[in-house]
Structure formats: C-alpha cells, structure tokens
C-alpha cells in the first residue's frame, strides 16, 4: 500500500512509498482502511521533535476510514463497520481509567513506542501517536477504534477525530465554560477556530480571538468569535471589553511561552487559563510565586480536550447534525496522498485552518 514515511526526526519532506505493509490483527486489534484523514499542525511538531516519535515512521493521528480485518477476540466490530480512530485509546483498566480520565490512560501510547505495525520491506515502522493516518490502512486496538454511523462522510469523522474534539473539548470539559461568560482564544488554526466554536456552543457572551494573521480574523468571526484583534491590541480590547478586570477564560491553542504568558495575564483575578497548544518540552514560562498566590488564577491542561472518546465522538457528530457545529466550513482544501508534502508546506504557512487528505 502507499505510505508517506518519516524517514529521520527533523526531515521537513515525507517520502511517498507504496511497499509499506501493516501487521496482521493481533487478538484484540483490528485493521482499517484510511478514508480521510486531517493534516495538524501536531504532525509538523511529531516531524521537527516538539513532540515524541519514532522514525522511520509514518505520520498522521487524525483519520477516520472503514474496518477491514478484525482480531479472533474482538466481537463489536466487523468489517465494513466505519470508525473513528483514536490516538489515546483507554485501556479502561488503568487508575487513569477508573478515575474518570480515559484521556490520560498511558496503556496504548506506551505500547506504541515498543511495537510497529508497519513495515517497509523488513523495516519497521512506527505509527505516530500509535496511529500513522497518512498511510491507506492502519492497525489499532479495538479500543482505538469508535464506530459511526454510515451516514457521516468520512471527512468530517477525521475532524472530530483530533482538531474538533481537542478545541470544543476544551471548553466543556477541561474549563467547562457556562453561559454568558468572556472568553478570549489566543491562536486561529483548526484548533482555535474548534476552540472558539465550544465557546459559542458553550453560550459565551463575547468572544475574542487573537492571531497575528489579520486574514484570519473574519473566518474566526465567521465561526462564532465577536471580536478579533492581532496580539498587540488585545490589551486595548480587554480595557474595552472588560474595563481591563479580564476575561474569564483564556485560552492558549499555540503552546509558546509568550502565548501562554499572554493568556495568564489577560484572564481575571479568579479566572482560568487554559493550554491547548502543545509546546516544546525545553520550553518554560515564568510567573512569580507573588501574582500566583494573589490573583487565584486557575492554570489548567488541556490534554485531548479531556475527552471520553465513546462519548465525545458522537456528542460532536450530534452537534454538527444539528448545525451547532460547522465542520465542513473548517476545510480549507482538499488534498491527495501524492500532494501531502505540498500540505504540509501550506500548513506551515499558516493561513488555513484544516486540509483533509482523501483516499480512493
């Protein structure tokens, strides 16, 4: 099968080849064929090392496609069934697990790092994220696995997979934002723009959404921000808005020290701060002991939009069938395999919110 391959961390191109090969299902595992699949901005942080993969691997954590091979002990699925994938599937055995945070169950993701499921020739290849979506079929375990109904076109299922569910996931379940509250989102990609869409479902009166990239100030608006400013002038607009007291919830989708510092001092006394953006591990940010003791700011994680996938899949797809969420308006492009490289030079870019890949 053809398969876009991360042949070394730190190589900006992905080299196309079609003699990649998966493992056959192991008991509880099952394999799928790639219908669509979603080009992150986390893809480009797996290649340059931000965050951790394995290579000669293959890229890609937000897909959704068709079952067609499933393990002798799985029984809930069967081929032709349409799913979602998931880069944290739970185990639901863990203390992560039986706390209530399946999003934070490290069983799967540990798992792999030691073992890949794909091959080219004799090499081994890992998946990225346990997935590796730029790639026509994959294995997973059958927990990595939700199924959907039919009716749900593949590119919106990929999506939700990743970029829909961490931002909207964010706000009603890591900050769980109520009605009539002020929020502001600092970052307008895919995630940012999901970000700002869990606010409006969420009910928040004013909505401020923040990127350097003037050009991406009506698309936020378009999806639900009231107002939109570069990074220099959200200090004015918060003495607007706010009379400079603050917002109630800020949230960081870029993952940089100065985003994130940005957001802690735009929140109110007694407000939350809440980091979506995935930054570099090397990467600090400072606060004195004084302002943390003081102004009561809550500073929350937002690993995965603290999502219960079985549940939060299908709240998301209901709320798109619903047209409480505008996921096809997200797309900004539809690409090939072929022209992933080409993707991957536009997401760097920075002016589109999410390029699906679709598959034949």
């Not at 897909?63 to 799985?74: D, F, K, L, M, P």
């Not at 400079?244 to 109110?268: C, H, K, L, Q, W």
């Not at 603290?306 to 539809?334: F, P």
């Amino acid at each position: 099968m053809k398969a876009a391959v991360l042949n070394a961390i730190g190589d900006d191109k992905l080299e196309l080849r079609d003699d990649v090969t998966t493992i056959d299902p192991e008991p509880h595992q099952v394999r799928i064929r790639v219908r669509a699949t979603g080009i992150c901005h986390s893809d480009l942080s797996a290649m340059n090392g931000t965050l951790p993969a394995l290579a000669p691997g293959i890229v890609g954590h937000e897909g959704a496609g068709e079952v067609v091979e499933v393990g002798s002990a799985v029984t809930d699925l069967a081929p032709g069934d349409h799913v979602v994938v998931s880069f944290v599937p739970p185990c639901g055995n863990c203390p992560a697990c039986f706390r209530g945070q399946p999003h934070l169950c490290g069983v799967h993701a540990i798992k792999a790092f030691m073992e890949p499921r794909f091959k080219a020739g004799e090499q081994p290849l890992f998946g990225f994220a346990g997935l590796g979506t730029f790639a026509e079929e994959l294995v997973v375990p059958r927990e990595g696995a939700v199924k959907i109904d039919d009716d749900v076109p593949f590119e919106i299922a990929a999506l939700v997979a990743c970029g829909v569910l961490t931002g909207v996931g964010a706000v009603i379940n890591t900050a769980r934002v109520e009605p009539g509250a002020r929020v502001v989102v600092i970052g307008c990609g895919g995630v940012g723009i999901s970000t700002i869409q869990g606010a409006r479902v969420a009910g928040a009166s004013t909505i401020v959404a923040v990127d350097p990239l003037v050009e991406k100030h009506d698309v936020a608006k378009r999806f639900g921000a009231t107002h939109a400013t570069t990074p220099e002038g959200l200090q004015e607009l918060n003495a607007q808005l706010t009379a400079s007291e603050g917002f109630d919830y800020a949230f960081d989708v870029v993952g940089a020290p100065v985003t994130i510092r940005n957001a802690f001092d735009v929140a109110r006394r007694g407000g939350t701060v809440v980091v979506v953006g995935a930054g570099r591990a090397d990467q600090m940010v400072q606060f004195s002991a004084q302002e943390l003791f003081l102004h009561e700011k809550r500073i929350l994680g937002s690993f995965y939009g603290s999502a219960t996938i079985r549940r939060d899949y299908r709240r998301m797809l209901d709320l798109w069938k619903a047209g409480r969420l505008d996921i096809e308006g997200m797309i900004s492009r539809r690409i090939t395999l072929a022209d992933i490289n080409d993707g991957l030079q536009a997401l760097r870019g920075g002016t589109l919110i999410r390029q699906v890949v679709t598959f034949d």
